[in-house]
């Protein structure tokens, strides 16, 4: 089989777009790629996460060399959110090791967790002013010592999250950022946002990976379009027209949301009916 023969362009073309919306607003690696695979592609749900979880690893390489490279990164605050999200990612997946092969039970429990981290991060873009407005309300109250040890439970939170669903570190990671630190300006928030996502999601995924749950032909087929995706997005972040792209990226997370929510309480009878023609064009 050669290069182009092995080049899916539909795969491609999802990676080209959320790769887009990682880099204007660093959200988009988890909330819209996993749901993606599992609702478009019909990929399970355990190598959906896994897949994605390298696919965002390496997505945000790019995007934050572009960050990094337009001096739009808090290095402090990367390293407060590292300290939290690393230990918390490594016994994440030490549990999930444990537990062995995934059955039907614990997929349904990651389509629900899914599901709810969406609806969640839906309700956090939709609030992002109205919180933003009142973070500045408390911003000469809050001690420093105060923003750091939140920073660090906002990193051990987002690591547990992303290991288990790839969902979190993206609106919701931003959302609370922006309470926290509600001087910056957004383009730095989120690069940083970005580049705390590259350790942890490299780590999150080769543990997926050793796990057996990343799909490598799939994964090369999302980067194709995620790399120059990212890298245009970055530059535009400072563009990016909020008041359009906000409200439709909460309206598709909803989306997500919901269809999740549906496929997880649908007969496993339909589910085989649903994703079976399309394993059968894979086998083809």
């Given amino acids: 089989m050669g290069v182009t023969e092995s080049i899916d362009v539909f795969h491609a073309i999802a990676g080209l777009l959320v790769g887009t919306l990682v880099g204007l ?11 993606l695979l599992v609702l478009m592609f019909g990929v399970s749900a355990k190598t ?37 999200s690393i230990p918390a ?20 429990v990651i389509l629900v967790s899914l599901a709810c981290l969406l609806a969640l991060t839906a309700l956090a873009v939709i609030g992002r002013k109205w919180l933003f407005r009142h973070a500045r309300d408390f911003d000469g109250v809050r001690s420093p010592g105060r923003v750091t040890g939140a920073t660090v439970a906002l990193g051990a939170l987002i690591g547990a999250a ?17 309470m926290l630190y509600p001087r910056l300006q957004m383009a730095r928030i989120v690069g940083s946002d970005i580049a705390h996502a590259v350790p942890l999601a490299l780590i999150a995924g080769t543990g997926h990976w050793i796990m057996g749950d990343v799909d490598g032909r799939l994964l090369t087929n999302l980067l194709i ?18 008041r359009v792209l906000q409200p439709l990226l909460a309206g598709v997370l909803a989306l997500s949301s919901w269809q999740l929510f549906v496929k997880a309480y649908t007969p496993e009878k339909a ?4 994703i079976a ?6 086998r083809r």
Avoid: C, N
């Avoid at 790399?227 to 535009?236: A, Q």
């Avoid at 589910?271 to 649903?274: A, R």
């Fill in 25 to 35: 607003t660093g959200v988009g690696g988890g909330s819209l790629m996993t749901p």
């Fill in 48 to 84: 959906a996460v896994g897949t994605d979880l390298l696919f965002a690893a390496i997505t945000k390489i790019a995007g934050s060399a572009v960050h990094g490279s337009r001096e739009t990164v808090e290095w402090p605050i990367v390293r407060r959110l590292a300290i939290g």
């Fill in 89 to 108: 990612a490594l016994l994440t997946l030490a549990v999930l090791a444990s537990i062995g092969k995934v059955g039907q039970s614990a997929e349904h």
């Fill in 162 to 178: 992303v290991s288990m669903s790839s969902v979190g570190a993206g609106a919701i990671g931003v959302t609370v950022l922006l």
């Fill in 225 to 242: 379009g995620s790399i120059p995706g990212v890298v245009v997005g970055s530059y535009l972040s400072s563009h990016a027209p909020d």
């Fill in 271 to 274: 589910k085989v009916e649903v």
């Fill in 277 to 282: 023609p399309a394993r059968a064009a894979e």
